[in-house]
């Protein structure tokens, strides 16, 4: 049965990747992201990591695709088809990208087998576990990343905020 | 359900990921692949976590949305102010240090 639903999941969500990768419109291509983040939330739920699910979906499928989607709309892109690289560099990338996934998998050929460990998983993914490795071993992260947060959120304003001087004269014309 | 699924996975996703980036020319849908491939690696993470009953994998997956977060906030807006100069998000047009 588990594995009916990570064969189905892992189906759809590769197909879902492809069609991020290959949509002509960038609306749709976030739209199938969003399917898969949704999907991959779901491979987390068979793995019993309910808190990494559930932060996948708020942050990843709420906030970031929506920033995301927001952007696209901003930007208003007009639908014309978006140029395409030449030929030869869409061949050549397919087939790098393809070596990098034959190298990949060819490299998990006579890897050491571990033998599961997989009575105490059950507890693992839990918030109380989670929660207590973090406020312990990873506090100063925990709290570091706050810094860059606020840095982010600077930074961002900073380079959004419109100047006096570029709405009468653009910085640059290219 | 044996590792190697997960690793398999997690690897044509990746793959799927690298593939975006470097065959489309839209700026938005190369940050969109980016963040593709950091799911691919979340799910490694977490694959390996449960499988090794060990809770500092998906502790490391929340500080990799923590800075997929910032990094979305920042390349976004960094492309916003992009199109408001050259009006568009085309990556060839983005050669400026070149010449």
Redesign the interface.
Known sequence: M??IF?FVM?VL??LT??A??FSKS?VH??LS?IA??FL?SG??V????Q??AI??LI??AG??MV??LF??M??N?KDEA????SNLV?IS??L???M??LT??GS?RGAIQ?P??????AT??LVE??GK??FT??VV?FEI?SI??I???V??VL??KRNKA?DTE???T? | ?P???????S??????????V?????A??V???I??ML?AI??LL??F????????G??F???I??????E???G??????I????K???I??LD?LKH
């Open positions: 588990e594995l990570f892992a969500s590769v990747a492809l991020v990768v960038p291509s976030v992201l898969t983040f991959l491979q987390y068979l793995l019993n990591a808190f990494v932060v996948n942050v990843y906030a970031i920033l995301f952007v696209l901003l930007l892109l978006e140029p395409q690289k869409r990338v397919t790098s990208a393809g990098l996934l990949l998998v998990l571990l599961p460990s997989l009575a105490s998983s693992v993914g576990n989670l490795i973090l071993d990873f992260p990343a860059l947060f840095a982010a959120m930074g961002a380079i959004g570029q653009p910085l640059t290219f | 359900m590792i190697e699924y997960y690793l398999i996975l690897s044509v996703l990746f793959s799927i990921g690298v593939l975006g470097m065959i489309r020319r839209n938005i849908v940050l969109m692949c963040e593709l799911n979340n799910l977490v694959a976590s449960t499988y090794l009953g060990d809770g500092h998906q502790v997956v929340f500080f949305m923590v800075v997929a977060a910032a979305a906030t920042i976004l807006s960094i492309l916003v102010l199109y408001r100069n050259t568009g998000v085309d060839h047009q400026h």
